[in-house]
């Protein structure tokens, strides 16, 4: 079965400064890659997403890289600020049910 | 309109009791999912289905079981509880096949068991 792996686990970064989160995933049949934020109690919330088809996707100070080949993709959030600070999931999702597979999650700390 | 709710919050069983996760949507989504979260960890899916008659196992499907009679709810149950099974469950929802975003992901609230 698929198996994402992801990194690092934590992250600690300045107001301001750029964070990336990189994973990698080992079915070439994936062809949908989301990411999810989630604060303490909370639930995964969707903040941006690519398909196989894209090599790259931003909204606003979040974007999202993917490599095919490499198989692997990447969060890059700009500009951070405090409240970005959560865990952060990377998945990835085959056609069948849909489902997705999970990365441990990054845990991502701004500082003031 | 609710989107993803999920019943209970929380949740303390004592080994061996059975109970029922309730999960339902509103979305009109026709695929429906289980997952659970244990500390530190990502998610991991239990179950899923694509449509009201259809399940199928996920990953780690083993003490638990569903039926989807209806479009709208997707009941997890647990049979004879272990304190392997503490954790957090999270019922998803996405639209399925046919529709533009087909397999986005929307997430219920979660539930929190704890067995003792």
């Known amino acids: 079965g698929e198996n994402v792996e992801q990194h690092p686990s934590t992250l600690s970064v300045q107001e301001g400064d750029s964070a990336v989160i990189k994973c990698t995933y080992s079915?070439?049949?994936?062809?949908?890659f989301p990411w999810y934020k989630q604060e303490l109690g909370k639930r995964p919330q969707l903040i941006i997403d690519i398909r196989s088809n894209v090599g790259e996707k931003k909204d606003q100070r979040i974007a999202v890289t993917l490599n095919k080949t490499a198989k692997h993709f990447s969060l890059h959030i700009t500009e951070t600020q405090p409240e970005d600070s959560a865990v952060y999931f990377c998945?990835?999702?085959?056609?069948?049910?849909?489902?997705?597979?999970f990365g441990k999650g990054t845990s991502l700390l701004v500082t003031p | 309109n609710a989107g993803v709710t999920q019943t209970p919050k929380f949740r303390i069983l004592k080994i061996g009791q059975s109970m029922t996760l309730q999960c339902a949507q509103d979305m009109n989504h026709n695929y429906m999912y289980w997952y659970r979260q244990d500390p530190g960890m990502g998610l991991k899916l239990i179950y899923y289905?694509?449509?009201?008659?259809?399940?199928d196992k996920g990953e780690v499907p083993n003490g638990y079981n569903v039926s989807r009679s209806t479009t709208e709810d997707f009941p997890l149950r647990l049979e004879l509880a272990a304190p392997s099974q503490t954790s957090v469950y999270f019922c998803?929802?996405?639209?399925?096949?046919?529709?533009?975003?087909?397999?986005?992901?929307?997430f219920g609230p979660g539930t929190r068991l704890t067995v003792l």
């Open positions: 289905s694509v449509g009201a008659g259809i399940t």
């Open positions: 998945a990835a999702s085959q056609n069948s049910g849909y489902a997705l597979n």
């Open positions: 998803a929802t996405s639209p399925g096949l046919g529709r533009l975003t087909y397999n986005e992901q929307f």
């Open positions: 079915d070439s049949a994936s062809n949908y």
